[in-house]
């Protein structure tokens, strides 16, 4: 297997307008800071499928792939591993004028895939990252673990409320 790498040079492609070539490749990605926390890929080499098109003027560009995020479910704060399924699609067309059409990932015919690939990563995570769907997660009072306990057996007796405290003080 070829090393992993993250750049590729399109010009070497020799791809004529209407013609694709689909590649196999392999990345290492960095990892992520998410709310605080490192989130990261340990290490992991990540197998990706890239299809590049040849337009009149670019590119068309779609890479498809799923890594495995390691770091702290968001609720309940165990080390937990997420499953990051990613189908970007990307277009550079140069010298249309249009830097909607200019993609931020190529540059002098050099597509950056680990920097596409880390922003396609971003943008695919979900709203929280949880250890399970129904992760409970900490107990506001005590800080244990609300997936490790039955919530019937786990209570506390309520505080009572502070703004009745002087009226408390009468009695």
């Given amino acids: 297997m070829p090393a ?51 337009t009149a003027s670019g590119h068309a560009m779609r890479i498809m792939f799923t890594a495995r995020l390691h770091g702290l479910c968001m609720r309940c704060l165990t080390g937990s591993g997420f499953d990051i399924g990613v189908d970007s699609r990307e277009v550079d067309l140069p010298g249309s004028g249009d830097e909607d059409l200019a993609s931020p990932y190529v540059e002098e015919g050099r597509l950056d895939v680990g920097a596409w690939a880390h922003d396609a990563i971003a943008l ?30 786990h209570a506390h007796e309520s505080a009572p409320d502070p703004r009745w405290a002087k009226l408390r003080d009468l009695m």
């Fill in 4 to 54: 992993p790498f993250n750049t590729i040079d399109l010009t070497t492609l020799a791809l004529k307008p209407g013609e694709g070539k689909r590649l196999e490749i392999e990345l290492q990605l960095e990892g992520l800071e998410l709310a605080g926390e490192g989130y990261d890929f340990g290490g992991q080499i990540i197998p990706a499928r890239m299809e590049i098109s040849r």
């Fill in 124 to 153: 695919a995570l979900p709203q929280a990252l949880l250890c399970r769907p129904d992760c409970a997660g900490l107990c506001p009072e005590c800080g244990v673990s609300l997936n490790d306990v039955d919530p019937s057996e």
